[in-house]
């Protein structure tokens, strides 16, 4: 099966890129981010636009699973809340583009070729057959209107033009059609992890600490801090009803169940990161000034650099703290 193997070459390939992105000891999530759409969606992205509208959800799993690596954050992370902290728009929008480019290639090729022809074929037996599962054509009309686009005739959507120079490249400047579809599209993902986001039940906090509830990447992403900082946060921030793990650097992890009373002190209270970064009282005498004067919403914003290390390097000694005083 093809998805099989484009997913298969793109993990292998996630492999590959994690030594140059070490042995860089890069602090710029761009970088990353390029990274992966020049290696890991090149690769399982190849030709996808033909076989892969069924396949979306596999595909889209592994491009989550590269994110949940780099921000070090466990395997169970919702994937919506990754593709929220990163900015990136679920994988369902590149596919269907693809698809559209091939669409408009196959309608500006002269009557009489075999594409053409097959591509009549297809058009036919998706008007006269009511079971359409493998047609390409009933593929691509389904998964329009998954976002809202009823238009039952994929030839309007021709009005795209094929680059003279550039024959296998679609251009989407002139096919007002194409581009509005595509925005559609584009804004119907966003909408979707929007909304799971605020009825998750998994973190009751990401909703109000999600800069202006916009699709870009959260801010902290573009600092010039160390990776290894920006794993601490994402930890931080992308912690949940699970739990979460602070992985602090040099080989030490510390895994903290959100839904265990806190063994540090007599608040009886649950020990999740609102507990551990404001309330516990076995932490006063090195939690910073600034943290208790702050809202957690405030401090999960993680909004300047000042902020970001001193949270940081209080999470650090405040587990390190916990892990003695526990025995563990």
Known sequence: ?????????????????????????????????????????SIMLYDVGIWGLQYTAEMERVAVEFEKGFLNVPKYTPGYMIRLETGRTHLDYDIIKKALSFCGRLANIREGRLPRKCWEKMKLQDRTNADNKKNWISQLKNKLKEYGHIEDNVENLKTATVQQSRPSVLCFTGSTII?????KIQSKLFETDQNRMLNSTYNVIYKRIKDNVTSLRAQYLNLNIPTTIKRIIAQIRLSGKLGWIAKIGNGLSYKIDGNEI??????????????VLKKCPQYQQIRPVSLNDMEITDILRFNNEKLIWETVNFIKTSLKVRAFCLGE
Do not use: Y
């Not at 140059?20 to 981010?33: D, G, H, Q």
């Open 262 to 275: 806190c063994q540090m002190c007599n608040r009886n209270e649950k020990e999740d990161i609102v507990h």
């Open 179 to 183: 581009i509005q579809v595509l925005k």
């Open 1 to 41: 099966m093809a998805t099989e193997h484009f997913t298969s070459k793109a993990r292998i390939a996630i492999g590959s890129i994690w030594k140059p992105l070490i042995v860089t000891k890069t602090n710029n999530f761009e970088a990353a981010k390029t990274l992966f759409s020049a290696i890991i969606k």
